[in-house]
């Protein structure tokens, strides 16, 4: 069974472009997360969606914003790039019912903003 | 809303002693607890989890976690860890009723030292 798959892997930019990253879940699942990781401060959570509807949010600016496909595949974008938004993005995926909050991660985006 | 408290950033233990990485959370209800790994260069993987049911939870590659709800601990165990251990673990947390994200702790560099 094929496990979550992030694209791209790596990936440069400037500030002010734009970025969008793809995520797609384990075969069944439904349910989506997003999460930025940095040194010190750890997965900070961004949205998680289910059947195309976001169903929570984290406290992150407008900048970042998400969508999910009606196969479940999810899109991360983030406008107007900024120098601190240099992270590992990751994307989880969870099989719902059970809504236990097991989650089977990706390998990530390495976002490098220049 | 519910938090995770990793204590130590940093743990280096020499090879084939044990270890002890703590773990501390709040929440307001019953939770759902993990302990996740992650490797260099890859994303974060599933070592155990408490759902319910017996405090002492075993997992993969020799770990165990103990849940102890009045002092609102999850602290993850190895008696005896090897080289390949070395890793950054992250102790999540999930409230258990309705649709709730994970909350992830900032997480703890194990260092094996030969």
């Known amino acids: 069974k094929a496990g979550v798959t992030q694209t791209p892997r790596y990936l440069i930019k400037t500030r002010g472009q734009q970025v969008t990253l793809s995520c797609s879940p384990i075969?069944?699942?439904?349910?989506v997360s997003w999460y930025q990781q940095t040194p010190g401060q750890g997965l900070q959570f961004l949205f998680e969606?289910?059947?195309?509807?976001?169903?929570n949010k984290g406290n992150f600016p407008g900048r970042f914003s998400g969508r999910q496909f009606s196969n479940s595949r999810s899109e991360m974008n983030v406008s107007t790039l900024e120098l601190g938004d240099s992270a590992l993005y990751l994307c989880?995926?969870?099989?719902?019912?059970?809504?236990?909050?097991?989650?089977?991660f990706g390998e990530g985006s390495r976002l490098t903003v220049l | 809303a519910q938090s995770v408290t990793q204590l130590d950033s940093q743990v280096p233990v020499f090879e084939e002693a044990p270890v002890e990485l703590r773990c501390n959370y709040s929440?307001?209800?019953?939770?759902?607890l993990f302990w996740y790994v992650q490797y260099p260069n890859q994303g974060l993987q599933l070592l155990l989890k408490?759902?319910?049911?017996?405090?002492l939870v075993k997992g993969i590659n020799g770990f165990e976690a103990e849940f102890n709800k009045s002092q609102t601990s999850f602290h993850l165990r190895k008696p005896s860890v090897h080289i390949s251990d070395t890793a950054e673990y992250f102790c999540?947390?999930?409230?258990?009723?309705?649709?709730?994200?994970?909350?992830f702790g900032i997480g703890t560099k194990l260092q094996v030292i030969p």
């Open positions: 989880a995926s969870s099989l719902e019912p059970p809504n236990t909050g097991e989650l089977f």
């Open positions: 075969s069944g699942h439904r349910s």
């Open positions: 969606y289910f059947s195309e509807t976001q169903r």
């Open positions: 929440s307001s209800v019953s939770v759902y």
């Open positions: 408490y759902l319910s049911g017996s405090t």
């Open positions: 999540a947390v999930r409230d258990s009723g309705g649709y709730q994200k994970v909350t």
